[in-house]
């Protein structure tokens, strides 16, 4: 693979996803527990920069709704400052997701 940021992160979540299920294994309990899907969401969504010519806000306005979204359907809904802390953890994950694309960037331009 001639990026080597992409390769070095596929190995980071194969042994994330190695020790979650080895750990799921010894607890007993199912393989898809605790499964790091925010992981692999960050990982296809940060490749969204690397295969489109989308400008700046408009990727951080896609990563902003899809994380807000995928917090919406895994977190509990208590109440509008649920909505908040959602807002706050969709620009938190929007922000990573936007530095791991650019480093992933960076890795397609070295030899």
Same mark, same amino acid.
């Given at each position: 693979?001639?990026? $080597?940021?992409? +390769?070095?992160?596929?190995?980071? %979540?194969? #042994?994330?996803?190695?020790? @979650?299920?080895?750990?799921?294994?010894?607890?007993?309990?199912?393989?898809?527990?605790?499964?790091?899907?925010?992981?692999?969401?960050?990982?296809?969504?940060?490749?969204?920069?690397?295969?489109? $010519?989308?400008? +700046?806000?408009?990727?951080?306005? %896609?990563? #902003?709704?899809?994380?807000? @979204?995928?917090?919406?359907?895994?977190?509990?809904?208590?109440?509008?400052?649920?909505?908040?802390?959602?807002?706050?953890?969709?620009?938190?994950?929007?922000?990573?997701?936007?530095?791991?694309?650019?480093?992933?960037?960076?890795?397609?331009?070295?030899?």
């Amino acid at each position: 693979m001639k990026n $080597k940021v992409i +390769r070095n992160f596929l190995v980071f %979540i194969g #042994f994330w996803l190695v020790i @979650v299920i080895g750990s799921n294994l010894i607890h007993q309990r199912g393989i898809l527990d605790n499964f790091p899907w925010e992981v692999l969401l960050i990982f296809l969504l940060s490749l969204i920069q690397l295969t489109t $010519k989308i400008n +700046r806000k408009q990727v951080f306005g %896609i990563y #902003f709704v899809v994380f807000f @979204v995928f917090m919406l359907l895994t977190g509990g809904y208590y109440n509008w400052t649920s909505l908040v802390i959602f807002a706050a953890v969709a620009i938190f994950m929007s922000v990573i997701t936007y530095f791991i694309g650019s480093q992933f960037k960076k890795g397609e331009n070295s030899k």
